[in-house]
Nanobody
């Protein structure tokens, strides 16, 4: 199956904003979950924001009020609007469906630093 393709990362100062985008396969898009994850150096990959079928959108406590996940059904695209970025948001960001089913993409690096 086609891997997700994430893009939009970069270097941003604390307090800045970035919008990440991800192209996913139709199979991922039609699954029970589409989500953004991130992995910081030396840490395990964690869920950042998820859209689950039939449930409210879910965010990690650390990003609530700052990040917004959205989807474009016509283009099989997933986006993550990130505002008021903090140094602790520095990580490689991935999008995916259920990771038990689908393989990971390469991710996109987000670095928050002055």
């Amino acid at each position: 199956q086609a891997q997700p393709v994430e893009f939009g990362g970069g270097l941003v100062q604390p307090g800045g904003s970035l919008t990440l985008s991800c192209q996913v396969s139709r199979n991922i898009f039609l699954g029970n979950i589409v989500a953004w994850y991130r992995q910081a150096p030396g840490k395990q990959r964690e869920l950042v924001a998820a859209i689950r079928r039939g449930e409210p959108v879910r965010y990690a406590d650390s990003v609530k009020g700052r990040f917004t996940i959205s989807r474009d059904s016509n283009q099989n695209m997933l986006k993550l609007q990130m505002n008021n970025l903090k140094p602790e948001d520095t990580a490689v960001y991935f999008c995916n469906g259920d990771p038990r089913t689908f393989t990971w993409g390469q991710g996109t690096q987000v670095t928050v630093s002055s």
